[in-house]
Structure formats: structure tokens, C-alpha cells
């Protein structure tokens, strides 16, 4: 049985898109975002892009090809889960801070450099932690996943392998500033989660009305505070809460990466109990140094804790940092000395976190390379 392979976050938005956001005349990028979609027409892509976006808009046109290319590209390798890329995101925490802004929970603070030249906008949170004061606040992956399903019905693609990432509720506070008034620290970091994550559960709810499968939550700041992962657990179950005495539910991912395997270990079961069905998490440097003979052994008990509990891992063995492409049949070795240690059933493939750190071209060989790196596997 082969081994199933998705991607993780964000890709780069394609040139002719961006162009598009600052609202500027498409101009010489048009015939560059028509020719850019594999295997269809450049006018059959202009036809279907015009009759999907409903309007002449550059930035509606150019967001539907852009999610139209990824939506493609990972079906035409077999990914067993596919999205838009994020398409419609400016990153992935301020896409939802913008969000509670508006419903006056948050508000804007100042920008952060996430990575080279890119920034974001961080919030502080205004809003005392009661859940009353959470509600009836816009669903913003509604549309991105709307998108995705036209597209896909048009192009004759498998709307069941969809899947949506969302920002997880420890991350949302844990990078925001709190602004209002507390006095115990702890406590209301709890609450606050509590709050972002009775959100985020109707919203998955949302997306599950609509027919999504799969929803995948993003927690790199899982491990940041030591002391609090009970509290980034207790997250995960309110959102699957949200699914109580429904009988038909999605598969629910948690995806944590650049933390410290050493503090997760503990809560892999926690994860479990939350009805998650699998952790995605980033662990290409850890198996190279491992394969090297470095004896890490943070990391064995974390295998070993995934086997104990029958818990999934979405095995990241692509570095998103790196233009270089790893060796297909090294790669195949370090994921059969994983499944040595964990039942193959239960291991996915996917890089370490998304690919918008890459250009869209080196973004494109690194997925390509995955789905190599799965058949070489499979001859081993």
C-alpha cells in the first residue's frame, strides 16, 4: 500500500496575483496567469476563470487561476489531500485576527517580520475572555473553501480529498498581545483559548455543512509555553466538541512544527483524546541528524508515543528553508527507518511546514519531489 503524501501550508502567490492585490492593471502578467495552468487551453482557463470569478475584477481572476494551478498540481501527483495554497490569505494569523478585529475582539498593534522581507500585522486581544462576546463573527475560510469546491466540480476533481488549515486557538493567543485587564496570567490565557477555539469549532462545523472532509489546525506555537500544554490540548477538544452527537465528522490534523519534541511527547495522547487523528509535524533535520548516527532520543519517545496511542504522523521530510532538493532515495531510507518504528498504515508524507518561503517554481519541485520520493519509497 503506498504511502499517502500532502502538503502542509501556505505556497507563494504567483507573480500576476500579487500584482492583482495592490490592485494595479494586470497588463503584461494576463497572458502569464492564462498560460500558467497545466494541461488546460490558456482561452479554456481565461473562459472557466471569467465564468467562475463572475465579473471582469483582475484580483477575483487572478485569485481563481492561482488556486485553479495548486488545486491541479497537487491532484495531478495523487495527493491524497489537496487545497488552494492559501491563496486568499496574507498570512495565516492576520487572516483571522482581521477578522476578530472587526467584531471589535482584537485589534491591530503593529507589524512583525515573519521572514526575510515578509511581515505581518500582530493584534492584541481587547475583549474580555467570555464567549458571548465571540460570536457571530465572519467565517473567513468559508469562501476559500467555496472556491476550491467550484473549481474543482468544473475541472472534474475528487471534492472529497479537499481539505482547510485553520490558524489553532493557542496560536491565536499566544501571539497576540492581551490587552485586557487580568490578574492571573495563566488563567486567562486558558479562557481566552477557550474562546478562539468555541469559534473555531463552528466554523469547522461550517465547512463540514458544506462538505469538507478534512480540517487540518495549525499550531506552530504548540510548545512555546511549556506550562500551557495542557491549555493547547484543551483547545483541540473544544473545537471537535463543536461535532457532538454528529455522526458524521472530518478527520481532524494538528499540525506543529519548529517546536520541541521533548515537551510534546507527554501530550501525544492528549492530542488522541481530542479526537485528532493524526500530528503533522516537522521532523526533516531530526531524522538527517538520527540517520547520521546523533542519538536523539526526544525523538524516539515521540515515535514511540504515536505508535502507543495509534495516532497518525504526517511525517515532514522536506526542509521549506532550502532551495536544495533532497535526495530522493536518502529521503526513502530515513522514512523506512520511521516505519520501523511506527506501523506504515499510520505514516504520511508532507514537508516540514508550507512552501511560501520558496519561489512558486521551487515551491512546485518540492511537491513534485514528494511524490518521487513516495514511489521510491515503495520500491525499497
Known amino acids: 500500500m ?24 494586470l ?42 494551478c495548486n488545486l491541479i498540481k497537487m491532484n495531478s501527483l495523487n495527493f491524497d489531500f489537496i487545497y488552494t495554497g492559501e491563496m486568499h490569505r496574507i498570512e495565516m494569523y492576520e487572516f483571522m485576527a482581521r477578522e476578530f478585529a ?15 522581507d515578509k511581515f505581518y500585522n500582530k493584534y492584541g486581544i481587547i475583549s474580555p475572555p467570555e464567549q458571548s462576546l465571540f460570536t457571530g463573527i465572519k467565517n473567513p475560510y468559508l469562501e476559500e473553501f467555496r472556491l476550491a469546491t467550484e473549481i474543482c466540480k468544473r475541472l472534474k476533481i475528487d471534492i472529497s480529498k479537499l481539505k482547510v488549515p485553520m490558524t ?17 496570567y495563566e488563567q486567562v490565557v486558558s479562557d481566552y483559548v477557550s474562546c478562539f477555539a468555541s469559534v473555531l469549532g463552528k466554523w469547522a462545523k461550517e465547512l463540514a455543512d458544506l462538505g469538507c472532509t478534512c480540517i487540518q489546525i495549525d499550531e506552530p506555537a504548540a510548545t512555546t509555553v511549556p506550562s500551557q500544554m495542557s491549555v493547547f490540548t484543551h483547545g483541540l477538544k473544544v473545537i ?23 515537551i510534546l511527547v507527554p501530550f501525544i495522547e492528549a492530542i488522541k483524546k481530542a479526537d485528532f487523528s493524526q500530528a503533522m509535524l516537522e521532523l526533516s533535520t531530526s531524522l538527517k541528524r538520527m540517520k547520521e548516527g546523533e542519538n536523539l532520543p526526544d525523538v524516539l519517545k515521540l515515535f514511540d508515543a504515536i505508535k502507543r496511542t495509534g495516532l497518525e504522523i504526517g ?35 508532507n514537508p516540514d511546514c508550507g512552501l511560501r518561503t520558496r519561489k512558486l517554481d521551487i515551491a512546485y519541485k518540492k511537491l513534485e519531489l514528494l511524490d518521487n520520493i513516495r514511489k521510491a519509497n515503495d520500491r525499497l
Open 240 to 262: 471537535h466538541d463543536a461535532f457532538h452527537n454528529i455522526k458524521t465528522k472530518p478527520k481532524f490534523i494538528v499540525h506543529i512544527c519548529y517546536s520541541d519534541w521533548k
Open 168 to 184: 489553532g486557538p493557542y496560536t491565536m493567543v499566544n501571539w497576540s498581545y492581551i490587552w485586557h485587564d487580568y490578574q492571573d
Open 102 to 116: 472587526i467584531a471589535k475582539t482584537m485589534q491591530r498593534a503593529g507589524t512583525v517580520r515573519s521572514f526575510e
Open 2 to 25: 503506498p504511502l499517502k503524501i500532502q502538503e502542509v501550508g501556505s505556497l507563494p502567490k504567483p507573480l500576476y496575483l500579487l500584482w492583482a492585490n495592490r490592485k494595479r492593471p
Open 315 to 349: 511525517l515532514g521530510i522536506l526542509d521549506v528553508h532550502t532551495d536544495a532538493m533532497e535526495d530522493i532515495d536518502y529521503s526513502a531510507q530515513l522514512i523506512r527507518s520511521v516505519t520501523n518504528l511506527v506501523s506504515k498504515e499510520k505514516v504520511w508524507l
Open 27 to 68: 497588463n503584461e502578467y494576463q497572458e502569464q496567469m492564462f498560460l500558467s495552468v497545466l494541461g488546460i487551453k490558456p482561452d479554456d482557463v481565461k473562459d472557466l476563470a471569467y465564468s467562475i470569478a463572475g465579473d471582469e475584477n483582475p484580483r477575483d481572476l487572478a485569485l481563481v487561476v492561482a488556486c485553479m
